[in-house]
DNA sequence: CAAATATACATAAGAATCTTATACATAACT
DNA sequence: AGTTATGTATAAGATTCTTATGTATATTTG
C-alpha cells in the first residue's frame, strides 16, 4: 500500500471498519474513501485490495452484490452477521496492537524512584 | 508475533526502537523485554527475530558483538550510525501509520453542519 | 476528435514477513 | 532424571502485499 511495511496486515481490518461504517462499499469506493481520510498517505493498490475482497467474501465475512451505473460494474460489498460480529474483535485487536506499539515506542519513564 | 496479523511489518521498528533506548541487546534479551513491556502479548517468535537480525546486521543497520556469559554465547546488537538516523525515520513512519489508522478507526464526525 | 485520465474489476509472478517445526547447547530448577 | 529457562539458528510453508498486466467504459483535455 505505501513503502513502510507498517500497513502490512491492516487492510482486512481497514475494509471492514469502512463497510461497518458505511454500510455497503464498492471496492474502487473503498480506495478513494481511504486516500481522502489518510490525505493521500495510503494508496490502497487493487492488487492487494481485489484478492483481500475475495477472501472475505469466502470466509463469509463479506456479502457482494453486483450492480450496474453508467454502463460500469460495482460490486458492492457489505458485512454479513458473522462479519460484524467479527468487526468487533478485530477493531479490539487494532486497540491492542496501538496500545501496544506505543509502550514500546513511548515508554514511561519509570517513576518507582 | 501473535495471532492477529496487524504486527506483521513492524518487528524491525521495534527492535531498532530498543536498540536506540538500551545502546546494546541480545536476542533473547528483545524477546523478554517485549514481553515485559507488553505485559505477556506481544511475544516474538525465533523463528521471526533471527532473520530479522540477520537482515538488518547485512543492510548495516546493526553491528553485532559476540561475548561468552555463563559459558553460553550471547550477540550483542546495536545501532550502527547509519542505523541511527534510519531509526528516525522508522519512528517518524510508525507515528504517522498510527495517526492514519486511528483517523480511519475513529473518524472525527464532520462537523461542518 | 484523439489522447489521456478516471472509473471499475481482475489476476499472476514474485517479494517480504512471519509461523511452525526442528535443531543444538548449557544452566537451573524440581 | 526430567523439565524449564537461556541462547542461537534455519528450513518449509502460509500470508500479505507489490508490481505488472489485462479488459472495459466514461470523462476530460489539448
Redesign the interface.
Known amino acids: 500500500m505505501k513503502n ?7 487492510l ?3 475494509i471492514m ?2 463497510l461497518e ?1 458505511n454500510g455497503k462499499m464498492y471496492g474502487y469506493e473503498i480506495t478513494q474513501k ?1 486516500k481522502a ?2 490525505q493521500g ?2 494508496n490502497i493498490t487493487e492488487g492487494a485490495l481485489y484478492p483481500a475482497l475475495h477472501k472475505l467474501e469466502a470466509e463469509g465475512i463479506l456479502d457482494v452484490e453486483i450492480e450496474k451505473v453508467d454502463n460500469r460494474m460495482r460490486k458492492y460489498y457489505k458485512l454479513t452477521e458473522a462479519g460484524t460480529k467479527e468487526t468487533v474483535n478485530r ?1 479490539a ?2 486497540e ?3 496500545r ?6 513511548n ?1 514511561r519513564p519509570n517513576l518507582e524512584f
Open positions: 513502510s511495511q507498517l500497513y502490512k496486515g491492516s482486512n481490518t481497514i471498519k469502512l461504517e481511504v481520510i489518510t498517505e495510503l477493531l485487536e487494532l491492542d496492537f496501538i501496544n506499539m506505543q509502550s514500546l515506542v515508554p
